[in-house]
């Protein structure tokens, strides 16, 4: 089938160490999306890649990065995770920005869960 | 500001009694409401798109309705396996990419 695969789905680091979270998809889809999501709350969008533009959002702290090298993969890399960078990330991904109906619906992966010691 | 508040933010139902989750939203010119689905420690999962005001969309035991204010998702006898956090999100106007703004989410609980 095709999905939105997340690795690792737990991830444990130590305060200042960096971590790099990955997603891949089948779906070829154009865009693709990092959100984080806290206990409790909201998931928050921290940006996304239409192709190979990136867009960021403006609360986005630095320490946030991403790669995209190709469609089917995109890398999230938290460069000194702080504590209040424990949260689960969700990786998703949609077929257009600014397509039909169909392509506003996102695909969530099944998260990568960050614990910072 | 896009803007999107759910209530309540915890609902605990017996089985079979049905109830209404609200998602309450501000946005610049509603381009989709949608709602989600989402089991603790997974990712959201997809359940429905609502497009103009009077729309509604069925599946199973949801229900899910549209205002120019706010959506309801209905749940009609609800069962244990209806137990999840459901997620509200809308897509405005602004800027021509596809990201969603979430609400907080309604858990809900539904006891045998």
């Known amino acids: 089938d095709a999905m939105v695969i997340q690795n690792p789905r737990y991830q444990v680091t130590q305060f200042g160490k960096p971590v790099t979270l990955s997603c891949s998809q089948t779906l070829n889809h154009n865009v693709m999306y990092w959100y984080q999501q806290k206990s409790s709350q909201a998931p928050k969008l921290l940006f996304h890649y239409y192709d190979k533009d990136f867009n960021n959002e403006a609360d986005t702290p630095d320490n946030f990065q991403s790669r995209r090298p190709n469609t089917s993969f995109c890398f999230l890399d938290i460069r000194s995770p702080g504590l209040g960078d424990a949260a689960m990330y969700l990786c998703?991904?949609?077929?257009?920005?600014?397509?039909?109906?169909?392509?506003?619906?996102?695909?969530f992966g099944a998260g990568s869960r960050l614990t910072v010691l | 500001e896009d803007q999107v508040t759910q209530s309540p933010e915890a609902l605990r139902l017996q089985e079979g009694e049905s109830s209404s989750l609200n998602c309450s939203y501000t946005?610049?010119?509603?381009?989709?409401l949608f709602w989600y689905r989402q089991d603790p420690g997974k990712g959201p999962e997809f359940l429905f798109t609502?497009?103009?005001a009077g729309e509604e969309k069925e599946k199973e035991r949801l229900k899910a309705t549209l205002t120019k204010k706010e959506s309801f998702l209905h749940i009609t006898a609800p069962k244990p396996e209806d137990s999840a956090t459901y997620l509200c999100a809308v897509r405005s106007f602004s800027g021509n990419t596809g990201k969603l703004i979430f609400g907080q989410g309604t858990t809900l609980q539904v006891k045998p």
């Open positions: 946005v610049s010119g509603l381009r989709g």
């Open positions: 609502l497009y103009s």
């Open positions: 998703a991904t949609s077929g257009l920005a600014g397509g039909g109906s169909g392509a506003n619906v996102l695909t």
